[in-house]
């Protein structure tokens, strides 16, 4: 492959097997991809931890619409925080069960009050933030809406 180093890793026999039984549960057909996405992993979850740092991520939130006043507070929160949510998908999951998912772009500390502020609506189940990415390029411009 062009543009690849090869890198030569020594690991313990048990830990390569771990390691073996766990990407293969996964459905990986090779090392080298296991271990690229390990590192991706691991080179974002630095990238978290920078607080100024401009993010794309995900909120996912799980509710119950019967919950009182629950669809007006999420609704009101989402209104007074445009400019980080870039879009938004609502699917009904059973007779009462909601999940909405924000794709948002923002300051990471900005996403996290966002996604703490949503998670913490009396009647969420379940609120999750997710990071995708370092927002760039056209993400990055959705964001700022001031
Ligand atoms: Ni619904």
């Avoid at 830990?15 to 992993?41: M, N, P, Q």
């Avoid at 080179?43 to 939130?61: P, Q, R, S, Y």
């Avoid at 938004?88 to 703490?116: N, P, R």
């Amino acid at each position: 492959m062009d543009g690849v180093t090869r890198i030569g890793v020594s690991l313990e026999p048990e830990l390569l097997d771990k390691f073996d039984k766990s990407i293969h549960k996964k459905g990986y057909v090779s090392r080298s991809e296991a271990v690229r996405d390990l590192i991706r992993d691991s080179l974002a979850e630095i990238e978290w931890k920078n607080e100024d740092e401009w993010m794309v991520g995900t909120i996912v939130v799980v509710y119950d619409h019967n919950s009182t006043q629950i669809v007006d507070k999420l609704t009101d929160l989402q209104h007074s925080n445009l400019g980080i949510i870039n879009t938004s998908v609502h699917v009904h999951l059973d007779s009462s069960k909601c999940m909405e998912i924000m794709i948002c772009s923002g300051e990471l500390k900005t996403l996290k009050k966002f996604a703490d502020e949503v998670s913490s609506v009396k009647g969420v189940l379940r609120g999750r933030l997710t990071m995708a990415a370092p927002a760039s390029g056209n993400l990055h411009h959705i964001g700022h809406r001031n």
